[in-house]
């Protein structure tokens, strides 16, 4: 018999929190309204990891770190390629 392990399991950084914080950084920057009712959405949500037990609160602040770099990083990306003629989706 095989014990099977979730993949979210005790993981680092928290992936939830990583989203979220992701998705409410790349809207905010994108000039969606009000910008604090995204980002107590994603501190909810991060705060649900900690209260579920599913998480460490340092697990949730990396998460939460990596979520807005990542979206700093595609801003970047995306306004280098709206630079370039080629590409169609700016």
Do not use: K, N
């Not at 018999?1 to 979210?8: H, K, L």
């Amino acid at each position: 018999m095989y014990v099977a392990v979730s993949a979210d399991h005790w993981s680092f950084p928290s992936g939830h929190s990583s989203r979220a914080f992701l998705v409410a950084s790349f809207l905010a920057a994108g000039g969606f309204r009000p910008r604090e009712a995204l980002f107590l959405w994603a501190a909810a949500t991060s705060a649900s990891r900690v209260l579920l037990g599913r998480h460490y609160v340092l697990d949730v602040v990396a998460g939460a770190c990596l979520g807005v770099f990542e979206a700093w990083v595609s801003i970047l990306l995306l306004g280098f390629m709206c630079a370039q003629s080629t590409f169609l989706v700016c």
